[in-house]
């Protein structure tokens, strides 16, 4: 299931990963174009595109899943690809981060937790 086009997939599983990010490296040089990785082990395919939620256990046989925090029903390539666009664009927009911030949950000091507004 890496990609629908068969021969490309054969294509890229001869040459290597390597030999593929070495000839987009060249070819973007070539052609004024910016080429942008993202870190290998960024959970595009656990991520909701929507919410940003991320999935701790999402084993590879899993096609579709439901986000548990918004509800939205994902295919679990389509959902990569989004993210991956998403977080390709946010690096490349005016050459600094836009990439959404998940809120880290933490504990209500004492003075706070009484309070409705802090």
């Known amino acids: ?19 593929l990010i070495r000839q987009l490296e060249y070819k973007s040089k070539w052609y004024g174009r910016t080429l942008i990785k993202i870190d290998r082990w960024y959970p595009s395919s656990k991520t909701c595109h929507a919410c940003k939620h991320v999935v701790d256990a999402l084993t590879l046989d899993i096609r579709e899943w439901v986000c548990p925090a918004c509800g939205v029903v994902h295919d679990r390539d389509t959902n990569a690809a989004r993210n991956i666009l998403a977080e390709g664009l946010s690096a490349s927009a005016c050459g600094g981060s836009v990439r959404p911030v998940r809120a880290q949950a933490r504990r209500a000091t004492p003075s706070e937790a009484g309070n409705a507004h802090s």
């Open 1 to 19: 299931n890496m990609v629908k086009n068969h021969k490309l997939a054969k294509a890229i599983s001869d040459v290597g990963w390597s030999e």
